[in-house]
């Protein structure tokens, strides 16, 4: 079965800094992954996904993510912090393409960033 | 398009109340997902649908849950009777199978039973 780690439950960088939001996957087959965005009191919100092909995915708001098989990790970064993005994030993975295996979620990094 | 429409946003009952949540999925999507937010467990997978059809309820957690979707742009669900560990926030979900499984999320209830 497919699992995710996310590597630490809060983040806090100042605003102009690199983020860095890391997620470690474990799966049986080759895997879709995926980020999500939560802003407070709504939907979580898709990022970014890695399907097949470039293992450098690039998103909205400016943040990407690399998969790396030989360290299963899909880590999200960003260069520079804006305060808008200030959000809880969720890694997930999912075996197929077609939503017959639904996702299964990281427990999820809230981000702050300091002005 | 509207997005997926959950209502209500917020709910608070007492403990033995019977609860119902409604889920709007975006029209035209093919999967519905519910989902249940907690502190302590972040975002589990209760049940989900393809084709109106339950595919998978192995995530609700005991007897008191139930779901419905009795048309491809209507779902509830239901808990009775109410607990106090049933507070969370529920999350619906739904994509078009052929999306790369991009799930669009809807705003969410928040459930507070007392």
């Known amino acids: 079965a497919q699992s995710v780690t996310q590597l630490g439950s809060h983040v806090s960088v100042s605003e102009g800094a690199l983020v860095l939001l890391r997620c470690n996957y474990s799966?049986?087959?080759?895997?879709?992954l995926f980020w999500y965005v939560q802003y407070p009191n709504q939907g979580l919100q898709l990022l970014l996904k890695?399907?097949?092909?470039?293992?450098l995915v690039k998103g909205i708001n400016g943040f990407e993510a690399e998969f790396k098989k030989s360290e299963t990790s899909f880590h999200l970064t960003k260069p520079s912090a804006h305060m808008s993005d200030a959000a809880e994030y969720f890694c997930?993975?999912?075996?197929?393409?077609?939503?017959?295996?639904?996702?299964?979620f990281g427990k999820g990094t809230r981000l702050s960033v300091i002005a | 398009d509207a997005g997926v429409i959950q209502s209500p946003r917020h709910e608070v009952t007492e403990m033995g109340q019977e609860v119902t949540l409604r889920c709007k999925p975006i029209?035209?999507?093919?999967?519905l997902f519910w989902y249940r937010q907690t502190m302590m467990r972040g975002l589990e997978l209760l049940i989900y649908?393809?084709?109106?059809?339950?595919?998978?309820d192995s995530g609700m957690p005991e007897d008191r849950f139930s779901a419905k979707m009795p048309n491809a742009s209507f779902s509830t669900l239901k808990i009775q009777p109410s607990e106090p560990r049933d507070s969370a926030v529920y999350f619906c979900?739904?994509?078009?199978?052929?999306?790369?499984?991009?799930?669009?999320f809807g705003p969410g209830t928040r459930l507070t039973v007392l």
């Open positions: 997930a993975v999912s075996l197929y393409l077609s939503g017959n295996t639904p996702l299964v």
């Open positions: 799966s049986s087959v080759p895997p879709y």
């Open positions: 890695y399907t097949t092909g470039a293992t």
């Open positions: 029209s035209g999507h093919d999967y």
């Open positions: 649908f393809n084709n109106n059809v339950p595919i998978d």
């Open positions: 979900a739904s994509i078009n199978g052929l999306a790369y499984n991009e799930q669009f």
